[in-house]
């Protein structure tokens, strides 16, 4: 399944942590589906954020993830923060960080 829905080739080294973390949430049960940058949201007229990755939980309810190493631009920030103002969508931000993910939600 993991292969269907991600295009693990053009992941960073972080991200497909992530999608194998992810994979092993779907496996147990707590998340149905996941995509790799499956959409785009537009912002304002030439600005779009694409979350690194679309995720449907068990309960049906759509995230958006975004998965950084240990450095954030401030632009990209902004884009989480615009778009959890402007979408209906939960949106968390992930770090991979001594060992372990981090979660920041917005």
Not at 5 to 10: G, I, P, S, T, V
Not at 33 to 39: I, L, N, S, T, V
Request: charged share 25%.
């Amino acid at each position: 399944m993991f292969n269907h829905f991600c295009r693990k080739a053009e992941m960073n080294k972080t991200e497909a942590r992530y999608a194998q973390q992810l994979e092993a949430l779907r496996a147990g049960g707590t998340v149905l589906w996941f995509a790799y940058e499956a959409f785009k949201l537009r912002l304002a007229k030439s600005t779009f954020y694409t979350p690194d990755f679309a995720v449907m939980l068990a309960s049906g309810t759509l995230e958006c993830h975004e998965v950084k190493g240990g450095h954030w631009e401030d632009d990209a920030r902004v884009k989480i923060k615009v778009a959890a103002a402007m979408f209906p969508f939960r949106f968390h931000a992930f770090q991979w960080r001594k060992g372990e993910w981090h979660r920041e939600s917005f």
